[in-house]
């Protein structure tokens, strides 16, 4: 395993209600299965194979195409902003925050974007937000989680600052967390549900290390195993039972003391979302089912439509 790390998607120090973000209805109207159905009609056929190829190259590149879909949504809306370079170094990547997203994230997004753009059907003419959502449902259908229909019809976003990156901190309890994805428009039960996409992927030890042998919610062993952990690497699995597959084992790991965020073990921990920590530690099903809906709701924040956005050429400047 490539030691590559990704920090948690609940990575900030500070939190606004960005409800600025929140799709107008006319927005989130324009969004539909099959959008592209006669523009490009092999578009998911596409993207599906050369996620698989990218997957195939790189063990991080689901988990990092997946976290990549969650920062890019949770900032400015699903418009693809996490994607741009700004020449002058003021863009999404260079926030703090957000330079723990991994090149494999990136390029397996802008792999898929050269391979549609390749049919002459299809180019120039599908979104690179729309891209992204497409490839996060890979990443977790090709991991072993659910497929679901992925709605279609975003626009790119032409402005990325480093200013406007506001995520969750590591170390949030449950009254923050539900605070700031009310602000996307996301329930507790949504919030819960995303949380199992640390199912995949790994966090830096300095995001944990203060929890070892100091947090009561910790597993005593499993604190011991983290001491090790870091003491010869800098990350540990955010899913250390199957790191590589999306399950519902992130749960069970709660149940047990072995969450290795703060914010992750306080879901449990907190008696108003243990419930449903328990449900799913026992309901895959219903997670997966969860999981997708709420992936659905995440990916209607802040949709562009033509008015203000447009479909990039490259992913990584606006036209």
């Known amino acids: 395993m490539a030691h590559i790390i990704f920090r948690s998607f609940f990575l900030a120090d500070v939190v606004v209600l960005l409800l600025v973000l929140l799709s107008p209805p006319f927005a989130a109207a324009q969004l539909k299965t099959g959008y592209y159905a006669s523009i490009c009609p092999n578009l998911e056929t596409i993207i599906r194979s050369s996620v698989k190829q990218s997957m195939a190259q790189s063990q ?3 988990p990092a195409a997946l976290r990549l879909f969650f920062h890019d949504c949770a900032v400015r809306g699903c418009d693809a902003s996490v994607m741009i370079v700004n020449s002058n170094g003021d863009d999404e990547w260079h926030n703090p925050d957000d330079q723990s997203l991994k090149p494999d ?7 898929a974007k050269a391979a549609v753009d390749s049919d002459p059907q299809c180019r ?20 072993g989680g659910p497929y679901y229909q ?19 901190h590591a170390d949030f309890n449950l009254d923050q967390l539900n605070a700031f994805f009310s602000g996307l428009g996301l329930s507790q039960t949504d919030m819960i549900a995303l949380s199992g996409g640390h199912t995949l992927g790994a966090a830096d030890c300095p995001f944990f290390q203060s929890r070892i042998g100091t947090d009561p919610s910790m597993d005593s062993a499993f604190a011991s195993q983290l001491r090790t952990t870091c003491a010869g690497q ?10 590589a597959g999306f399950d519902n084992s992130y749960y069970k790991n709660l149940q047990t003391g072995r969450g290795l965020l703060g914010s992750d073990q306080v879901l449990y ?14 309901n895959q099903g219903t997670f997966f089912y969860d999981f997708a809906n709420a992936m659905t709701k995440l990916g209607r924040v802040g949709v562009k439509t033509a008015a203000n956005g447009e479909i990039r050429r490259d992913c990584r400047t606006p036209n």
Do not use: H, W
């Open 269 to 282: 921990t907190d008696q108003r979302s243990r419930g449903t920590v328990n449900y799913y530690a026992t």
């Open 124 to 143: 120039y003419k599908v979104s690179c937000a729309d891209i992204l959502a497409l490839a996060a449902r890979e990443a977790v259908s090709q991991s």
């Open 105 to 111: 994230g990136f390029q397996t997004i802008l792999a």
């Open 150 to 168: 992925v709605e279609l019809g975003r626009y790119d976003g032409r402005v990325s600052t480093k200013s406007s990156v506001v995520l969750p």
């Open 234 to 243: 800098t990350f540990a699995f955010l899913d250390a039972a199957t790191p």
């Open 60 to 62: 991080i590149a689901g």
